[in-house]
């Protein structure tokens, strides 16, 4: 089963999929947003060619774990995306995975310039991949 791990951000949406088996993420691209339509629109397409069953959402939960108004729209922008897809959405706390991303660049020494281009996308695999492992660890 194919699944899209998604970072969604203000400006950017991070996009990962699985292995055809479920087991690894890898990074596909970042989406500079526009209108939501279109935004949607290209999720979906994106959902066809890969045959996804099912995306994965990054909440942004706050440090205390409550919901704020971030994790609000992000959770508005799910449903809409659920709706046009037909896919199930499930979230996943993404609390730190940005930073987590930068880390990893910076360790790699990845310029300031290029962090920005690839860092959703990393954000985006690592919600994923922490989705995947705890399924096959159950």
């Given amino acids: 089963m194919r699944i899209m791990g998604l ?7 991070g996009i990962a999929f699985s292995d055809p088996m479920g087991w690894t993420a890898q990074g ?3 989406l500079t947003r526009s209108k939501l339509e279109r935004d949607l629109e290209l999720l979906f397409n994106l959902c066809k060619e890969f045959t ?3 995306i994965i959402v990054g909440l942004p939960l706050n440090m205390n ?23 199930p959405i499930e979230f996943w706390d993404e609390r730190l995975t940005t930073k987590s991303a930068e880390r990893i660049l910076i ?26 492992n705890s399924i096959t660890s159950n």
């Fill in 7 to 13: 970072d969604v951000g203000e400006k950017r949406i």
């Fill in 28 to 30: 596909h691209s970042v």
């Fill in 52 to 54: 996804v069953e099912k």
């Fill in 65 to 87: 774990g409550t919901i704020g108004p971030k994790a609000k729209e992000i959770q508005e922008f799910a449903r809409q995306l659920e709706e046009h897809t037909k896919l």
């Fill in 107 to 132: 360790e790699a020494d990845v310029s300031r310039k290029k962090r920005k281009q690839v860092i959703d996308k990393l954000a985006a695999v690592n919600i994923l991949q922490a989705y995947l």
